[in-house]
């Protein structure tokens, strides 16, 4: 399989779960938010806990085996926060930085932003939500392919 097609299994994923408001699964931990998607020998998983204030781990297996992980970590900082802003705005993800939104993204009074160090194989990044331009949400993500 190769790179074009994972990225694009991993976009699908990402759209048919949290991104899409897909249900979640079996909590993997007391009080974690699981969401899983399967197509043939991948396996897209997503869990975290919290809300406001929340950490959590992407990861996608070929044949049952890890081949990439992105962990990330956020908060609300500030008032009108919408879940359905942020959930639009990573459905908009793209195959040239399939890791959360687009580079910037706007619906309304609200602004996402996500900048990006690295590639698919190692990558650093933050991603934030202006409400008016003031900044009322934050995220940190790191990851790339496991070995």
Known sequence: MNKIDIIQFL???K??????????????????HDLVYNENNLMYYDT?????????EEALWIDNIPYWSMNYAGRITGD??????????????NADKPFRGPEIYSDGDYTYHCKVNGCFEWFQGYESISFNDNI???????????K
Request: some cysteine; aromatic content about 14%; overall charge positive.
């Open 11 to 13: 976009i699908k994923a």
């Open 15 to 32: 759209k048919a779960t949290y991104a899409g408001k897909g249900a979640e699964t079996v909590s993997s931990r007391p009080a974690s």
């Open 48 to 56: 975290y806990l919290g809300g406001d204030r929340f950490a959590g």
């Open 80 to 93: 009108n926060f919408s879940g359905d802003f942020l959930k639009d705005a990573l459905s908009h993800v």
């Open 136 to 146: 009322i949400y934050e995220c940190f993500f790191h990851g790339g392919t496991i």
